[in-house]
Structures are given as structure tokens and as C-alpha cells.
């Protein structure tokens, strides 16, 4: 698995400092998507003690999300329970797949939130109410429907 960069935000997942990890090799190619580039297998191999490094240089942060990695989610279901386990506990993860289902590798105990869905332009994203992509915050291991903090809320707020 590879990445092509990183970048703080503040909205991908509501209230968290989110180092998020762009992973390239995307086998969706949605229709309008903002990140074309990642449709290529390119970048930096994602490997445990690279996704150490990235966390340790970016102190302060409450949460990694990896924004893709559908093609292998056995390996990114490790990569999440390599961070719980093994570098902080405390922080959360989330994931985002262009996926409409959850993934059978995915074991929800490693992960806090989890997006799913094909982005469709006609449909928006996840600040649209009309939007097909749902994210969850996952509680008890159960996914619990959180979509409408994006457009009930005006993102997140």
C-alpha cells in the first residue's frame, strides 16, 4: 500500500485534528472525483514504521484517517490496529472508502469512524442531504449513522 501525502484537517471527521493519509491505487474512479491522481498505484509504501514516523511528526493530532486503501483492507485493518496497539491508544481512526458496503476485512474494534460511498456529482457529498455516501461513528462495534453532522450542522459544526 502507498500514500502520495498527508494533510491536517479539521472537517473530514467532526471534532477531531485529523492527520489524514491519501492512499493511492484507488479501484473506484468515481465520476467527478477530487482526487484523480489517486486512481494510480504511486508514492510512498505505507508501511508500519513509515505511518509511525508521519504520527510522530505531527504532534497534537486526535486522529488518522486514511483516505482510501480499498484495494488491500486486510493490510489497512492492520495498519489501524498497529495504531491502537502499538502507537497511541487514544487516538481514533477513521477510513474512507469509495466502497458502498463495509469491507469483510474491516474489523470495526480498530476503527472510530468510517465512511462509505461512491462519490456521485449528481448526489454531492457528504455536506449534501441528498448525498449516497453515509459515514458512521462506530460505537460498541455497531456503525451508528452519523451522515447528517455534514448538512444538518453546516459540516460538522
Not at 483492507?73 to 487514544?90: F, G, Q, R, S
Not at 472510530?112 to 449516497?132: A, E, Q, S, V, W
Not at 455516501?133 to 455534514?150: P, V
Request: charged residues 25%; proline residues 4%.
Amino acid at each position: 500500500m502507498k500514500y502520495t501525502d498527508t494533510e491536517i484537517t479539521f472537517s473530514e471527521f467532526p471534532d477531531e485534528i485529523s492527520l489524514c493519509i491519501n492512499i493511492s491505487n484507488c479501484p473506484w474512479h468515481c465520476s467527478g472525483c477530487h482526487s484523480p491522481e489517486l486512481w494510480k498505484d504511486i508514492g510512498t509504501e505505507l508501511t508500519f514504521d513509515e505511518l509511525h514516523k508521519l504520527i510522530d511528526s505531527n504532534k497534537g493530532i486526535t486522529c488518522v484517517g486514511f483516505m482510501g486503501g480499498d484495494y488491500d483492507t486486510p493490510y489497512l485493518n492492520e495498519l489501524a490496529k498497529y495504531v491502537v496497539n502499538d502507537i497511541d491508544p487514544d487516538l481514533n481512526i477513521g477510513w474512507y472508502s469509495g466502497n458502498s458496503r463495509l469491507s469483510d476485512y474491516i474489523n470495526t474494534e480498530w476503527f472510530d469512524y468510517i465512511k462509505l460511498g461512491p462519490y456521485d456529482k449528481k448526489l454531492g457529498g457528504l455536506d449534501n442531504p441528498n448525498t449516497n455516501q453515509r459515514f458512521y461513528k462506530i460505537e460498541n462495534g455497531q456503525l451508528i449513522d452519523w451522515t447528517y453532522k455534514f448538512w444538518k450542522h453546516g459540516n460538522n459544526k
